[in-house]
C-alpha cells in the first residue's frame, strides 16, 4: 500500500490532452479523396490538426453532424487548421469540394451514442460513414 501511495504521489495531477493528425489526401493505397485516418476516437479537450498533405482539400464540420453547444469550423483550400474538441459527441467532417466523393471523417468525442446519420449527407459519404463505423 505505501509503494502505491508513492507511485500516485508521482502521477501528474491533470491528464494532458493529445493531438492527433489527420492527412488530406486525393489518392493513396486507402483509396481517392479521403481523411486518413477517417475515423477517431478522442477524448474532451482534445485537438485534431488536419494536414493538407496533398492539395485541393479541407476540413469543415457538417452542420447536421455537430453536437449541441458545438461550433461550426470551416477551414480554407489547403489551409492546416487544428480543432479543439472540448463538446462531447459525433462530429461529422467533410471536404467542401469532395462532399459528394465522400470525402469525410467523423470524429467521436468522448461517450458517444449510437445515432443514425441524417437524411442530409450525400450517398457516397454515406457509404463511407458506415464502413468506418462499421454500421
Ligand atoms: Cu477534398
Known sequence: M???AWLLALMPMT???ETHDVAMLTRSEAGAMIYDPPYLEIAPGDTVRFLPVQGGHNAASIPEMLPEGAERFIGGIDEKISVTFGIEGRYGIKCSPHYGMGM????????VAEAPIPDGVPARARERMEEFLGQ
Open 2 to 4: 505505501r509503494t502505491l
Open 15 to 17: 491528464a494532458y490532452a
Open 104 to 111: 469525410v471523417m467523423i470524429v467521436d468525442v468522448g461517450e
